[in-house]
């Protein structure tokens, strides 16, 4: 049943429960039916008592000549009249010598009315109902019976039942056809959805399924897988722009190295020919090395995996650290470099991965900007900011909302070469510690570029 359609599922369902309803609502029609017949024979026959006991009550020297009349029942009706010894006094014809109560019967009928049931009695062979009531006539003791067949009531209650047995079915088949009917009606709007993503595929950007103006849960549904087909789109054509600006910076250093190696191999007749190329293939080498280095970090950033060793970290430590490896750099450029102290300042996060931000910043600050780098480092409400300042031109304006984004460089930093990695690895790692990232021009010239990050005892990601 699991296999079948959701239409034929939902109409199978629906049948059931038709099936169900029509089953409670034909045994409580019959039920009823039956109770209200029986409560109509039930108030005949008190009638029938009443009128009855009125002309036996008021019976004269005719007596006899008014009981016959009176006693004569039409069609499965029927009466006695019996003395407290149990002798007929008077009786429907064919009961005139056959009394139909038992001597314990007669005593209990004698104390009051009541009633009972007989599976036949003679000249009716059939199921009745009876009362019998006490009466006084003239100082004797007297008990009336009348009686009446149940043959009506169950000729009623089987005209009714087989009525149930053939409609039942009939309204059981017309539920379940509209059952059918209201399903693919709901589905349809689904059935459409379907096609519709079916024929979304890579080669056809900007699809969408077709949603229903129904507020129900199908339009829900519509809604929220448009927008995963939005999200997915997105991240389609990231991939593609990553792939595609990786292939361009990787064809790049492959076609300086291909182009030093074919110089050395036709015109490097010397030691130091050879040296040189070797030397410029070795720079090129290493660029390629570190680029595939930081699209492996940032590809597995995107898997959510990037790995973190956390510990407490001094502030000041982690600035020098940093500062010590590039100073041999800042003194061949003829630049200063300096790191701020900030005693007792301490954070959690993964110091190789920390180094390699800030080493980032201040490559950038020393390849891109002027005047000293600084490396600070501040904290305010649980966070703690590392900044690398400099005293260059700035980013053009242009720059600073995308310049945290991949492969993204200002024109003057294409003259200079570079991936354009290099801030969007700052913001991996600050992102994968709970901290952001952020740069801006200071307003007397220069740059600042800084990872906010919580600070020692606070929880990462937490403000």
């Known amino acids: 049943m699991n296999r079948a359609p959701i239409r034929l ?6 049948a059931v429960a038709m099936a169900l309803v029509l089953v409670l609502a034909g ?9 209200h017949l029986a409560r109509i024979i039930d108030l005949q026959l008190q009638v029938r008592a009443q009128d009855l006991a ?8 005719n007596f006899g000549q008014a009981r ?3 006693f004569f029942e039409q069609g499965e009706n029927y009466a006695q009249l019996l003395d407290e010894s149990g002798n007929i006094l008077e ?3 064919p009961l005139k010598s056959a009394p139909l109560l038992s001597s314990k019967e007669l005593q209990a009928a004698l104390e009051g009315a009541v009633f009972l049931n007989r599976e036949s009695v003679p000249d009716l062979d059939e199921p009745s109902r009876m009362l019998v009531t006490p009466l006084i006539h003239n100082g004797e003791r007297l008990v009336l019976l009348v009686g009446a067949t149940l043959e009506e009531r169950a000729e009623t209650l089987r005209s009714l039942r087989n009525e149930l047995l053939i409609a039942g079915p009939l309204a059981l088949i017309l539920a379940s056809l509209t059952g059918y009917l209201l399903a693919g009606l709901a589905l349809r709007p689904v059935d459409s959805m379907r096609r519709r993503a079916a024929a979304i595929s890579a080669e056809t950007p900007g699809g969408r399924l077709p949603v229903p103006r129904t507020r129900d849960e199908i339009q829900r549904l519509g809604e929220t897988l448009n927008e995963m087909l939005g999200r997915l789109e997105l991240a389609l054509q990231r991939e593609r722009d990553f792939v595609a600006d990786a292939g361009h910076e990787l064809r790049t250093p492959l076609a300086l190295l291909r182009t030093e190696l074919e110089l050395a191999l036709r015109y490097g007749r010397s030691a130091g020919d050879l040296r040189a190329a070797i030397r410029t293939s070795s720079e090129e080498v290493d660029r390629l090395a570190q680029l595939a280095e930081d699209l492996l970090l940032i590809a597995r950033s995107d898997r959510g995996r990037l790995a973190l060793r956390t510990e407490t970290l001094e502030a000041s430590a982690l600035l020098s650290s940093v500062a010590r490896r590039f100073e041999w750099r800042a003194h061949e450029a003829g630049r200063l470099l300096s790191a701020a102290d900030a005693p007792g300042l ?3 996060g993964d110091r190789i991965r920390l180094e390699q931000a800030l080493g980032n910043l201040v490559e950038n600050a020393l390849r891109y900007g002027a005047g000293e780098v600084r490396l600070s480092a501040s904290a305010a409400d649980g966070i703690v900011e590392l900044h690398v300042t400099d005293d260059g031109a700035g980013f053009p304006p242009e720059f600073l909302e995308r310049a945290f984004e991949r492969f993204t460089r200002p024109d003057v930093a294409r003259a200079r070469g570079g991936a354009g990695l290099g801030l969007s690895i700052v913001r991996v790692i600050a992102e994968a510690h709970g901290g952001t990232a952020h740069a801006a021009n200071e307003e007397n010239g220069g740059s600042d570029v800084w990872i906010a990050l919580p600070r020692a005892g606070q929880p990462l990601g937490g403000d």
């Open 54 to 61: 009125v002309v036996v009550r008021e019976a004269d020297a």
């Open 27 to 35: 045994s409580l029609v019959y039920i009823r039916l039956g109770s």
């Open 68 to 70: 016959d009349v009176a």
């Open 346 to 348: 301490q954070l959690p």
């Open 9 to 14: 599922r939902v109409a199978a369902a629906f």
């Open 91 to 93: 009786a429907t014809p």
